[in-house]
């Protein structure tokens, strides 16, 4: 069964990453078309083009003439998102090991924790921001700076809170391993 955990935790992992790299490039091979924003109403009621009409605050825009910039920082919460759970598909099998074989957590472990809350972390902080300036730089080009603006580049949604925990855990794990250290380096007495 521990085996079969870590080989699902890889694959996962593996297809996240694979998934999000193939996302991304396929909207780098739109350059030149529609590229696709989330926006926020500066005013509500504005008439597009047609009948269309703003209703709501947030809108997602989808505007001709694209950059290859502009459609690759579109996507980069989904990029980041996908790399980020690639790493800790190829970090979290040796801390499932570890406790699967009923082994306290090492300094290794406790790294392994790090890196993953790293990881994390630059996905929840970087991948919408990257997309929010996507967003300003598409709405320059389109000349619509004074109708909309980006929508919020900080999302605090469940990322931050995982990236806590694993940072905690690897802090307790890091404590744990020099304790246990300590306790073997200790003379017999």
Not at 123 to 137: D, E, F, K, N
Not at 161 to 168: D, Q
Request: hydrophobic share 55%; no cysteine.
């Amino acid at each position: 069964m521990g085996r079969l955990v870590v080989h699902l935790t890889r694959f996962a992992g593996a297809i996240a990453a694979i998934g999000a790299v193939a996302y991304t490039i396929n909207a780098m091979t739109r350059t030149g078309g529609y590229v696709t924003v989330t926006v926020l109403s500066l005013r509500t009621g504005v008439p597009l083009a047609g009948s269309s009409a703003v209703r709501r605050r947030e809108s997602v825009l989808d505007v001709w003439g694209s950059t290859l910039a502009e459609q690759l920082l579109s996507r980069a919460d989904v990029l980041l998102a996908g790399l980020s759970a690639g790493v800790a598909a190829l970090l979290l099998p040796g801390v499932l090991r570890a406790l699967m074989e009923g082994r306290p957590l090492g300094r290794g472990e406790a790294a392994r924790l790090g890196w993953i809350a790293l990881a994390v972390t630059v996905a929840v902080v970087a991948g919408p921001w990257l997309t929010r300036t996507a967003t300003a730089a598409v709405i320059d080009r389109a000349g619509l700076g004074s109708t909309f603006a980006p929508a919020s580049g900080a999302e605090w949604g469940a990322g931050w809170p995982v990236a806590a925990l694993l940072l905690v855990l690897a802090v307790a794990a890091r404590a744990g391993a020099r304790r246990t250290e300590a306790a073997e380096a200790a003379p017999a007495g």
